[in-house]
């Protein structure tokens, strides 16, 4: 075994996009997390047979790739902009509706998170629960160190989003280490609510947002384990799939 | 009653001085903590008969106020600085050693926040562990809303000053309500912490820190419940005692 391979990998933990500054990227693994709903989207499309998402920050670059044969999907404040094909519902994604299509898409936090760290990182990944088995076994084999972005709320925590980097957290600790005090609270927190993640989010300031839009079937999916095993990651600026 | 009591009052939690610009604090009460060590040897000055801390950002501007008859208290990275009188450790203010003197102090977190909200919060309030319960008390009677500011280490997340807010998150749940994530998150972690403190604190960044420094003595002291019963109050700039 190399000397690189006992070296015990680190995870940290962002929490936020507004913190993201204090972090030191280079050289390490980036997963980026936006459970409700970016991510979930993305892993969901790209498992239905999307060729790719490239994501966009404003909504007028997502929409001018419309004349160069790409699905436009765009989402502000929780809802579909009215003139894009699609909206941020990874219910949408399913039955490969779009198979061997390409998509823009723009949202309000995840894509920004992506844009932020693309350049800097080693990998890219993106998260979600609906693949999240995949996702660990894949950074199993990885050799660098990891930090989770958690897209969180127009740049507050989010519940979802450091819920799940504590999933990863705590389902990892045999491959990586951790003295990151984010990390450990949200290991701690998902060690003691895994049973029990719908009730406890249920509280979330996120998903009352969505309830009062009525999509609890999307709640609902984004919150279940594994659906898929793909893992997301980030090439030459688009998100392709990869079998884990 | 009056409609105003009727109200049921919010908390929201901050969990870093660096997120601070996305809280309004306008007519809210504000609750400043800084487990390790600021705010817990600020109560435990106020306790042994301090007359008033003036918190300072800057080493220069503390050091000057020796002249004006102040003790000075100056920490930097966990640290004492060398030509002040005293550091950061709660230890060193017990014993009525200060009775009636006025302390200008200057740490690396927690002064910095206190100066960031004095100008625009109703109260800002002191917190700590070794008096949670007479915060506690104290809160139960104010009618406004709470933010707890948490005062981190270096703009990050830290475990023992997110937990305390989930301490106060937790025994104010029949007074308060929330709909805030970070509050939420803090609160479900505390409670299933809660009689395991010192050995979850254990593996935080900044125990750890604090224990290359050979201060376990002082881990210990910030961890413990109600060893007082007053509360520290910022008043015209400076932090004071009130019994709750």
């Keep these: 075994m190399s000397q690189t391979k006992n ?14 500054h204090l972090y030191n990227l280079q050289g390490k693994n980036v997963l980026i997390v936006d459970i409700f709903r ?3 989207s993305m892993i969901s499309a790209l498992a239905n047979g999307v060729i ?12 001018a790739m419309k004349h160069e044969g790409f699905i436009i999907a765009g989402e502000r404040d929780g809802k579909k902009v009215e ?3 699609l909206g941020n519902s990874p219910l949408s994604y399913l039955n490969h509706t779009f198979s ?14 992506i844009d932020a760290v693309k350049a800097i990182a080693n990998k890219v990944l993106i998260g979600a629960f609906i693949n999240l088995n995949a ?7 990885q050799e660098e160190d990891l930090v989770i972005l958690c897209a969180g709320w127009k740049g507050k925590f989010n519940l979802e989003d450091s819920l799940y980097a504590g999933a990863i957290a705590y389902f990892l600790s045999k491959d990586y280490t951790t003295d990151c005090d984010g990390t450990l609270a949200m290991k701690s927190l998902y060690q003691f609510n895994q049973n029990n993640i719908k009730a406890f989010l249920a509280n979330a300031s996120h998903t009352k947002r969505l309830q009062n839009q009525n999509i609890e079937a999307d709640i609902d999916f984004c919150l279940s384990y594994d659906i898929f095993d793909v893992i997301g990651l980030v090439k030459d600026g688009e998100i392709i799939a990869q079998q884990s």
Tied chains: 1, 2.
């Design 38 to 40: 970016a991510t979930t």
């Design 100 to 113: 061997n299509r390409k998509i823009a898409m723009t949202t309000t936090n995840g894509t920004l998170a």
């Design 135 to 141: 996702t660990i076994e894949y950074l199993k084999n």
């Design 83 to 85: 003139s894009f094909d």
């Design 7 to 20: 070296k015990m990998k680190r995870i940290e933990t962002c929490l936020s996009p507004e913190l993201l």
């Design 52 to 63: 790719s998402i490239r994501p966009f920050r404003s909504l007028e670059e997502c929409e």
